[in-house]
């Protein structure tokens, strides 16, 4: 008699069952990993907003409190329609003047920052444009203070989106500055996290010694 051997093995049914169980652990594991890229990547943008906006005003405040007088203070004149809002203060025949500068939206699109430039003038010959000027066109020199240019690689920057500079003069003190800045992501930022980030702002109040 003819014996009938009894091959175990996979069915087409049971192949497509492990398939689809395969499948949907791998879209759930694939899931998880964007997830937690995403936000890692978040927390470095909010880290970055957080250093740069306690930096700037760290470099401000020492700069103007440390000032012998406030030269001038601008806060809203416009040049190549964008609102630029400027501080020069003066210390022992040096000046230093803030500008900020706000983003561009249109294409090619660039952060706002806060740059700093020293000027070198006899207090007779001041220019009457020192608080007008767009120090982008006025100085070649200047530096800014905080990070609009994405690290090579990484494509993490921060913009600066609005600011407030006021000065007061009490009666009996000295002057008192008031600095209010608001920062983002930058222009760079993911599409997936565009949005996503709130800005946030950062005051400070200085008077001089």
Known sequence: MQKILNKKGFTLVEMLVVI?????????????????????????????????????????????????????VNNAFTTNDRTLKVIVVEKEGKYTRFSYIPPVTSSPKRNGYIAQDNLDYDPNELPSTLCAENIEQASSTYKVLTDSTPAAGSGLSVSVTDAEITSDKLAGFKDLVTISLSIEEGVSISSDLAGEISPETFQTTIQLR
């Open 20 to 72: 689809a169980i395969l499948g949907i652990f791998g879209l759930m594991m694939s899931v998880i990993y964007i997830r937690s890229l995403k936000g890692s990547y978040k927390s470095e943008v909010l880290s970055a907003i957080k250093r740069n906006g306690q930096q700037v005003l760290e470099v401000m405040d020492k700069t103007i409190r440390n000032a012998d007088n406030i030269v001038c």
